[in-house]
């Protein structure tokens, strides 16, 4: 009993510590604008002889902005991974530990404060919830096991649906419940295609190739059908995350000027640093509890690289000749072909990332926890990607035609999935982690690296 006691007074002192610290946050903004008159200004007890002091006029106060908790702002951080958001009781542990934060304002400490408190609009118009690399430095030393690291994800993941249009899809990506519903999609689309410019059949159709008789994927679907409709969902997706990235500049602007913060560049003068940073992944070396993450990170960057050279390759050899009158020539590619190159070992890379990745989780459980569905839905989806393009070549090398034709549904199936969701999935943290970046530098509050 007496321990319970113990912990209650702690979580209202917590409490108090965080209502008084907000409300300092927000007396902050109150000033009166009125400085003392210097000697011989109209109303100084200095005034010309002769003449009557004018009247002092009445103190004017700025506007003072009301808190305005966001009750059920709150409830949903908590419920997307952020349950142990209470517990904090404002330390600034979390803070004091992070190697990736900027000395200036650092996070986490004070986004723990605005989400217990709800303040949704600050949250989201705030760089530092994409700077943040989960490296789960403050949840492993969190004396309150607050899991602060958890709750700037859980805010990042609640910011896309204000960012990525239209938000109804990112909450349905999000969602655990609505995943049936948002695989369909994609199932109904390559269905249909195939149907109609298909072989409209799952039963392989083989040709002689080489002097060999081949499983010959083009049969199933077409290549010109495949090309058509991913290269239209990923161009939507671009410009949804183009004007995604539009939203975010705009939001954290208006919240810098709000805060009397002027930027010192534009956002394109940093471009060519942020991407250097992305590929070195540098601030991944700076975790401390997850070091071993950039390591896995950095393999599945360069798997989804080598991939788009595959396929970028393969769109070159199949549509390049006929610019002068030749012959496209589509797959299957011989074995030692540019296109098998690249695609190998880009199948290779992403398999050894994406089962460090999954290793590390599971390393890491008892210090980081496991994750979240936003999270894991990524995981399975990479890991679905590599096993069933794998399994596709191999399946036609081998000649086993039960397996050729389903495997490979599933991995077109899994591409689409990708390409649909990406800018309200969690591959958007790409994007608008390194607009975060971006911002950050031109506000001069980056960390050196």
């Known amino acids: ?24 946050a927000e007396e902050s903004v109150v000033a009166t604008a009125n400085p003392e008159p210097e000697s011989g200004e109209p109303g100084a007890e200095g005034a010309p002889e002769g003449e009557s002091p004018a009247a002092e006029p009445a103190a004017q106060e700025a506007p003072a902005r009301m808190i305005q908790p966001d009750i ?6 908590m419920g997307s991974g952020g349950n142990d958001l209470k517990k904090c ?35 989201i118009a705030n760089p530092d ?7 789960n430095d403050c949840t492993a030393q969190c004396p309150r096991d607050a899991k602060p690291g958890r709750v700037m994800q859980a805010v990042a993941k609640m910011s896309i649906p204000s960012l990525s249009k239209p938000g109804f899809l990112a909450k349905g990506v999000g969602s655990p419940t609505a995943l049936l519903l948002m695989t369909a999609i994609p199932v109904i689309i390559l269905a249909l295609v195939i149907g109609v410019l298909g072989g409209g059949s799952f039963t392989p159709e083989r040709e002689v190739l080489g002097g060999v008789e081949q499983i010959v994927y083009n049969n199933f679907m077409k290549t010109i059908a495949i090309d058509i409709v991913f290269s239209t969902f990923f161009i939507l997706g671009i410009l949804v995350l183009a004007l995604g990235v539009r939203n975010y500049w705009g939001m954290m602007k208006a919240h810098a000027d709000r805060e009397g913060i002027r930027l010192k560049t534009g956002g394109l003068a940093q471009v060519g640093p942020v991407l250097s940073e992305i590929i070195t992944h540098k601030r991944f070396g700076k975790c401390d509890e997850t070091k071993d993450r950039k390591t896995s990170h950095l393999f599945i960057f360069y798997s989804f690289g080598l991939l788009f050279a595959a396929t ?3 769109v070159l050899y199949t549509y390049g000749p006929l610019l002068w009158g030749g012959e496209g020539t589509h797959s299957p590619f011989p074995t030692i072909h540019p296109v098998k190159f690249f695609g190998y070992t880009g199948a290779a890379a992403g398999v050894i990332g994406i089962g460090l990745i999954t290793i590390n989780r599971f390393k890491h459980q008892q210090k980081t926890g496991m994750g979240s569905y936003f999270d894991w839905l990524l995981i399975v989806l990479v890991i679905v990607l590599m096993f069933t393009g794998i399994g596709s070549a191999a399946f036609r090398k081998l000649d086993i035609g039960v397996l050729a034709y389903p495997t490979y549904f599933v991995h077109l199936v899994a591409v689409l999935f990708l390409f649909m969701y990406a800018p309200f999935s969690k591959m958007a943290h790409m994007v608008y982690r390194g607009t975060a970046m971006a911002f950050a530098r031109a506000a001069g509050r980056d960390t050196p690296m």
């Open 129 to 135: 919830i994409w700077l943040c690399h989960q490296c």
């Open 312 to 314: 970028a390759v393969s």
């Open 89 to 123: 009781f404002q330390c600034a542990s979390c803070s004091v530990v992070c190697n990736v934060t900027p000395d200036d304002h650092p996070f986490p400490r004070k986004e723990m404060m605005w989400a217990q408190w709800g303040l949704k609009e600050k949250l």
């Open 1 to 24: 009993m007496a321990d319970e006691n113990v912990e209650k007074s702690e979580e209202t002192a917590g409490a108090g510590e965080a209502q008084a610290e907000a409300a300092a």
């Open 72 to 77: 059920k702002f709150v409830r949903e951080v």
